[in-house]
């Protein structure tokens, strides 16, 4: 089944220790992205990968780390977690050439930093 | 700043109604945008994209209208069904690179039976 995958679902940490959500796609697709959703705020960007070794900042990269050594993981680092980036977090893919398209998104985890 | 909104934050149809989503954006550079739809507890599903050398595009009993002169975007669900009830956003891609997006606030569409 073609699908995104996240983990954890749900993370419950504390300020400061290093945690790491991984993402990963079986549909071969060349973009990944990763936004984080807070009420009101909709969805916003934090990093996005045209390809392997290839990322760029999105919106709201602050306090937060990617890497993309290979085509179907793309895992979002926190090096020193703090409250306000207790959020939802979805990753996504799309194997549009040149740009997201039709993305399609993994299930979310729910990341709670205390 | 440059930002995509949403003139309703919510709607409410009658089950076989239209609806029609609204959004605005405010990069006239932007040449890219997509809908998406987001239901409850679920990640965002893609419903259909449109680009800025185009004015309409359909699907299946979606339609998207891209106005560039007053830069608003519209989707327009025909017959609309409780199954169409969750939030539906809109996002922009602003030209510079087309890995980046940026997503409206959503519009909660809720459809009565």
């Known amino acids: 089944e073609a699908q995104v995958t996240q983990n954890p679902r749900y993370l419950i940490t504390v300020t400061g220790k290093k945690l790491t959500v991984t993402c990963s796609q079986n549909m071969n697709h060349e973009y990944m992205s990763w936004y984080r959703q807070d009420p009101g705020l909709g969805l916003r960007q934090i990093y996005y990968s045209m390809n392997v070794e290839v990322t760029d900042k999105g919106d709201v990269p602050e306090g937060y780390k990617v890497s993309r050594k290979e085509k179907r993981n793309f895992p979002l680092i926190l090096e020193s977690p703090s409250p306000n980036q207790t959020s939802l977090y979805f990753c996504a893919s799309s194997f549009t050439s040149g740009g997201a398209g039709e993305q399609y998104f993994g299930p979310g985890t729910r990341l709670t930093v205390t | 700043g440059e930002s995509v909104g949403l003139h309703l934050p919510t709607l409410s149809v009658q089950e076989g109604d239209n609806s029609i989503i609204n959004c605005a954006y405010s990069n006239s550079a932007s040449d890219y945008f997509i809908w998406y739809k987001q239901e409850s507890g679920k990640g965002p599903q893609f419903i259909i994209d449109?680009?800025?050398?185009?004015d309409k595009r359909q699907g299946q009993r979606v339609t998207v209208l891209l106005n560039k002169t007053v830069k608003h975007l519209s989707l327009q669900i025909a017959a609309t069904q409780p199954g169409d009830s969750a939030v539906y956003f809109c996002?922009?891609?602003?030209?510079?690179?087309?890995?980046?997006?940026?997503f409206g606030q959503g519009t909660i569409l809720t459809v009565h039976p």
């Open positions: 449109i680009r800025s050398n185009m």
């Open positions: 996002a922009e891609n602003k030209g510079t690179s087309y890995g980046k997006l940026t």
